[in-house]
């Protein structure tokens, strides 16, 4: 057959129709189409790197802003005792508002003072520790707004989401250029056919390849849905997993605080309402102990300040220790949480002995065991981070899913390309969107165990600083229970209640000093009865003869 003269058979790049010749011009709009889409993929790239980049920069700042305030207050406190210390406590003060103006306010706006610790619960003057928000807030439904509202929020400051994002668009952009490149073959195989006679398949080399390619489609498609099921098994396994891990740090998290809260309890308990300036001083050591202890739990979990405080001077600007303390517990080293736990039952100690109260010593076996049922909830709270899958599993569930990524970015060109007669057959959007959803279907696991592997770090994720803020109200209320100065009015028999609240005191103190084992003087008891002028006297004797009886307590 002869040839005609605008129909030489020519695959070549050319974007302007006007411009090409013979078999050119019938594919000059997709190669502009396609450059495009390449130029738009290098674009794309350029971000993705720029983005990683930025990203591991901002993790660098994190580490120096902290570490430079740590410096700072180090540099401070070696000028305590210089000539110039009215500047440098000047300069000190203004150093340390400027990092409390940076932390939570449930940890900052506490008032921790022993003044206001020992107030008596009457005194409209106490600070009470400051209002938390829940630890967390749970989203059982979200409106279309709503929704809307947080996948923006997520591609906005989500620095995870964003680089996923930018990852599954640039293999929807390389498979829909793809789909675009067998749409010209088609639109190539078209022109010829018309313009021969015979049929050219046989002679041509880019409608031999474009029918191989095609060729192609049922196998790909087969595999594809024989394969897939295996990396969705694995990948919804190992999110199970991970939701159930979670779920156990809350509810870890919720008995280290109910732990806290029974010692609380128990130890406020111990005191009568009567109680001296000496055991309130013990009870606020014990607050500030307790504080202590729960916020080293979390402390690899918490902010910056807390995260790189190692010599525990940011628990000192908080009033939480004092610098002595602080000294103290970080010369101990390693293993500081249970270092304190031995200190907390000491503290417990001297107050157990300095208390009149009868059967402390079940109440005493009892705080024992508490104290050491806490250690053992936080120790397990650390354990959960290495409670994990085993390595092999993962990584076979990493290669499979890596293996499936490939199949569908090799399968996807010519599975979801469709075939028109239409002059802008190039432009294959279901090439694009589909690969774009199953990519983004496959990547949002991976952006779960992220977030579910730390419950912490998310900003709607578990707050370990409210929990502590929920347990500093808890101690600061349950401590203090005994500080009771209230005076209770009752009806006595005579129908005056002028002195019936006195003549309950002493008939109290009379009852407890007769009873105590360690009070041997029966003359001084005898003599309690007599008169309130007698009372508070014959309990301090008391108190002396137990001194005396454990010379090591004084």
Not at 376 to 394: C, S
Request: charged share 25%; proline share 3%.
């Amino acid at each position: 057959m002869d040839l005609d003269d605008s129909c030489t058979p020519q695959f070549d790049i050319c974007f302007s129709s006007n411009g090409c010749i013979d078999g050119e011009t019938s594919t000059a709009t997709c190669w502009t189409y396609i450059m495009c889409q390449l130029m738009l993929m290098i674009l794309l790239m350029f971000v993705f790197i720029w983005r990683m980049k930025t990203l591991n920069v901002e993790k660098t700042k994190s580490i120096a802003i902290s570490t430079d305030i740590s410096r700072i207050k180090n540099a401070l406190s070696k000028y305590k005792d210089s000539d110039e210390e009215n500047q440098v406590q000047h300069s000190k003060k203004d150093t340390v508002a400027f990092i409390l103006n940076d932390i939570p306010k449930p940890l900052k706006d506490t008032f921790r003072s022993a003044q206001n610790f020992m107030r008596p619960n009457r005194d409209r003057r106490i600070n009470q520790p400051s209002d938390f928000p829940p630890e967390y807030m749970p989203l059982s439904f979200l409106s279309t707004a709503e929704f809307t509202r947080t996948i923006l929020y997520c591609l906005k400051n989500d620095a995870f989401w964003q680089i996923g994002m930018l990852k599954c668009t640039i293999l929807s952009v390389a498979v829909n250029m793809c789909s675009s490149l067998i749409a010209m073959m088609h639109k190539y195989e078209q022109r010829m056919t018309a313009c021969f006679d015979a049929d050219v398949n046989s002679t041509d080399n880019v409608i031999q390849l474009k029918e191989w390619i095609m060729g192609q489609v049922q196998p790909f498609s087969r595999t594809m849905d024989s394969f897939k099921f295996l990396p969705i098994f694995l990948l919804l396994g190992y999110v199970a997993f991970l939701v159930d891990r979670w779920r156990s740090f809350m509810v870890t998290c919720h008995k280290v605080c109910g732990r806290l809260h029974d010692i609380g309890v128990l130890v406020g308990s111990i005191p009568y309402s009567d109680i001296s300036d000496e055991e309130k001083l013990i009870l606020y050591k014990i607050y500030r102990l307790m504080n202590t202890l729960h916020i080293l739990v979390y402390k690899p979990r918490l902010r910056e300040e807390f995260k790189n405080d190692d010599d525990l001077s940011h628990l000192v600007f908080l009033k939480i220790l004092t610098e002595s303390e602080a000294e103290a517990f970080t010369a101990r080293g390693k293993k500081l949480r249970d270092s304190i736990c031995s200190s907390l039952l000491s503290e417990i100690d001297k107050l157990l002995a300095l208390s009149s109260k009868q059967f402390l010593e079940s109440k005493a076996k009892v705080i024992n065991e508490k104290v050491c049922m806490v250690r053992g909830t936080m120790a397990e709270w650390g354990d959960l981070f290495l409670r994990d899958n085993p390595n092999e599993y993962i990584l076979g569930m990493r290669a499979v899913v890596s293996l499936y990524t490939i199949l569908i970015v090799v399968g996807y060109p010519i599975t979801l390309y469709s075939d028109t007669n239409a002059s802008y057959n190039c432009v294959q959007p279901s090439a694009f969107f589909g690969t774009f959803i199953t990519l983004l279907s496959i990547k949002i696991p991976f952006l779960l165990f992220w977030r579910l592997e730390d419950p912490f770090v998310a900003r709607d994720g578990i707050g370990l600083e409210n929990l502590i803020a929920s347990t500093e109200m808890n101690l600061f209320q349950s401590l203090r229970s005994s500080y009771c100065d209230d005076i209770i009015e009752d009806q006595s028999i005579d129908g005056n209640t002028r002195f019936a609240a006195v003549g309950k005191m002493i008939r109290r103190d009379s009852q407890r000093n007769t009873d105590n084992p360690l009070f041997h003087n029966k003359e001084e008891n005898e003599n309690i009865s007599e008169g309130a002028g007698k009372t508070e006297s014959t309990r301090f004797r008391s108190r002396g003869n137990y001194f005396e009886y454990f010379p090591g307590k004084r």
